[in-house]
């Protein structure tokens, strides 16, 4: 398996093999990420931070990513400061930062930048998410927790908030059906996963259940994930409230759960996830965000050459 | 006397002995400082820069801090483009942060952001400003341009301008009661120090004396430390243009000033101190502000453990 | 020759000497620039980057310089979060910033501003432009880039596009006529070279000629350079449109050219250059972006004394 130079767009065609690949070289990370041992791996190298949208966590756990690697980091800075603000083309853009550094992470708001980007560039592109498209490494990250803090074998998840709009989770459920995961969805109905990808999500291996509250799923699962809803998709202030006030996990929500259940959610949270559930064990997010760093760092090392 | 994660957020429970084991370190961190002197102290540590709003002269010293001891740093960059837009709480943030990073640094608004964060963060939170609250590297930077450049042992220091709302000028006289200061106070008499103050001040120490003008004081004292004047502090313009006037210093005014005053400044200076004030011997506030670095190094090598 | 410890603010008064001696340092810059070899060259010196205006690419490029001679980059990031929306003086910063580094890049909207900060700053400054004055580093990295891909002897070059207004093409023009080019002056009349600044050129050695359209010049060039046209100077936008449509170039017009004509560009362009140019062996405004960090490499090393 030969990650060297290759970009990272979208986790639609990942086989398993390639996951676990990615997951194990995480896995020799984490020492380096929690600052426990010191690495020159990618000492000399440059990471150009290309966020055409703002998105502080995904930018600083890549730059913490690059620097606990020893390498260093490049900030195209805040858009309107830019060039673009000139009326210059992604691809212009790209050939010129690609002569800067030795690979480009891109964040855009427009779907198919992040591939656009790739095509132009004579260095690896990292996707770090591309408005209704992709965003492989939040994916990459969540299924990492899951290995970390429960398992991906055999693995029961339900997946609460909005399914429709929700990328990430459409991601998440495409990649957990190549482990033959119970997927249970939890929405509102206006909010609902579209047909089609349950449809694809079935058919390359998942089981899917749809019910209308938490409560009917907190006993059984290993992992819960929740998502923000954003207030925008409800043309109605109180259908939104009410919807937002039924999917949200407290402490006596967790009463029925099991003693192994984690939580996760990609964050930022509004208040899906009452402060009371963070000092349980089930809490499980703010761990999450940190296992970006070490996901990141595998997925820099393998596109630069640095590991195998 | 033990620093190591320890965070750095007021200066009120601070000992004359930990202030004077601080200002020690810094002194030997002064070549490195000036880069006359290499180091590696910090190498493969990582300081975030969370600065909620801005201070170029606080962040970029503490980044030259961390830089020049071969560490690496984390800039959450402008405010509205992160995700404390999207309504995330300072606890969150932090949580989140403290696992990319092994020392964090907080410039907030709000009273009390430092206090808080550190009772979340997992590694050492330094304190560079909360709102009226403290600001305690400012305070040893002073302390330490003291030392370095007049005396702290039998100092008499004058304190010029907005001595009402003047957070800078309220946490260094209460060091400086530590030491037995003889303190002159000079301020229009809508920005006088507030009488509780001056209460606890000479409680701890120190010897207060409130006169009008900068002449009265000027003949006797070894330090003379100018604070700007908010225009917004005054209702009428008319009147702060007058109050302004009254308190600026010229080459004139130096005329009885003895010969080693030295004339400090936290910076940035609107007009308190004439250009012409500059290439006099007295002019102390560029060098002031340079000894922010090894104040700030010295600090993070203690909280990180790198030095004792 | 030395550079040491000396600003680098206008091309004026560089003799040809000079100019060779930094292209030469540039040349052996380049493997340390395309990642090939490593350096250490300016490991534990610190560049502050200040830029009072957006200017992506300059600054991209010289922070790449920097770090990739194994040096650290202070920023001074966008102005409105700095002391500057304080009222602080241009020298007042750098007389605080000059403390924290040992370089600084100076990037402002007014004319003089890199002379004046000069005047102030204990460290080398570099102007990376500064309003309608100059900017050196461009000029060079042009030249530069004439020497690498084409040849600064003999060079017949023509520059099409507003020759007025234009800061680049006036300070390359400059340069070129100490290497006796033959230069061909193409724009519109309202963008026409100033008559004084064409006499200036000719006194220095160049021979110049001035024509209405590209297809009057392609045949005999070595070097085409193409710069864009702001609609701002024009009060009718049909005019702009009709100007702009003629200064444009596309492989139609090409089609005369020598086999060795290369076209240049500062970037970005906007569309005065069809993107099926890009594709040709004549295109040479992405590799032009690129020499932009050697050449800054050579800069820095030679004006921190690391180089000779």
Not at 246 to 263: C, N, S
């Amino acid at each position: 398996m030969n990650f060297k130079d290759q970009p990272i767009i979208s986790m639609r065609n990942f086989s398993r093999e390639m996951i676990d690949h990615i997951l194990t070289a995480a896995e020799k990370m984490e020492p380096i990420a929690r600052g426990e041992e010191r690495s020159d791996l990618l000492s000399g190298k440059i990471l150009a931070v290309l966020f055409f949208e703002p998105s502080t966590r995904t930018r600083m756990s890549f730059e913490t990513a690059m620097l606990r690697l020893g390498g260093d980091v490049l900030n195209l800075g805040s858009v309107d400061a830019s060039s673009i603000a000139k009326g210059e083309t992604l691809a212009d853009t790209i050939r010129v930062v690609d002569g800067y550094v030795d690979a480009i992470v891109l964040r855009h708001p427009k779907e198919g930048a992040a591939h656009l980007a790739s095509e132009f560039s004579r260095v690896p592109v990292l996707n770090a998410g591309d408005g209704a498209g992709h965003h492989p490494t939040q994916t990459l990250l969540d299924l990492y927790t899951i290995k970390r803090e429960s398992h991906l074998e055999d693995l029961k998840i339900a997946l609460a908030g909005d399914l429709k709009y929700g990328r990430t989770v459409h991601s998440l459920c495409y990649a957990l059906s190549l482990y033959g995961a119970q997927i249970t969805l939890i929405s509102p109905k206006e909010l609902r996963m579209p047909e089609e990808i349950i449809n694809d999500i079935i058919a390359r291996g998942a089981k899917i259940k749809e019910v209308d509250t938490i409560e009917e799923a907190i006993r059984d699962v290993d992992v819960l994930y929740m998502t923000r809803i954003q207030k925008e998709r409800f043309p109605d202030p109180a259908e939104y409230r009410k919807v937002a006030n039924r999917l949200k996990i407290t402490a006596e929500t967790l009463k029925e759960a099991k003693k192994e259940l984690k939580i996760m959610h990609p964050l930022p949270r509004v208040n899906e996830i009452d402060n009371k559930v963070d000092d349980t064990p089930h809490a499980c997010y703010f761990k999450q965000a940190f296992y970006g760093v070490p996901v990141r760092m595998a997925l820099l090392g393998l596109v630069l050459g640095a590991i195998e």
